[in-house]
């Protein structure tokens, strides 16, 4: 079993940035891919970025490209996704998720946390 707990939401204004952090324990977190996924109200949840294991590929939503980074540091068993140029349309609660494959839909992801709110006032 794998568990995974974000951290690093919040409030802040349009042009801020974030980091979320998401720390995994469990199985061998340096085996799988990571990703996160956000989920406004009333929408369904939709990829966001995603790294594989060995940090050699990466993939983002378009419109997250470079605002967006996603890293991963599987010493600390911990992967990150810097925020920056934050806009409203990113309001969401963002989900850490972990899978054995690198994909952009949410049934490539085994296991998921429990979601950290960002919130961007305009």
């Known amino acids: 079993q794998v568990q995974l707990v974000e951290s690093g939401g919040g409030l802040v204004q349009a042009g801020g940035s974030l980091r979320l952090s998401c720390a995994v324990s469990?199985?061998?977190?340096?085996?799988?891919?990571m990703g996160w996924f956000r989920q406004a109200p009333g929408k369904e949840r939709e990829f966001v970025a995603a790294i594989n294991w060995n940090v050699l590929n990466t993939i983002y939503q378009d419109s997250v490209k470079g605002r967006f980074t996603i890293s991963r540091d599987n010493a600390k068993n911990t992967v990150y996704l810097q925020m920056n140029s934050l806009k409203p349309e990113d309001t969401a609660v963002y989900y850490c998720t972990a899978g054995r494959r690198l994909g952009f839909v949410v049934s490539d992801y085994d296991y998921w946390g429990q979601g950290t709110q960002v919130t961007v006032s305009s």
């Open positions: 469990g199985r061998t977190f340096s085996y799988y891919a």
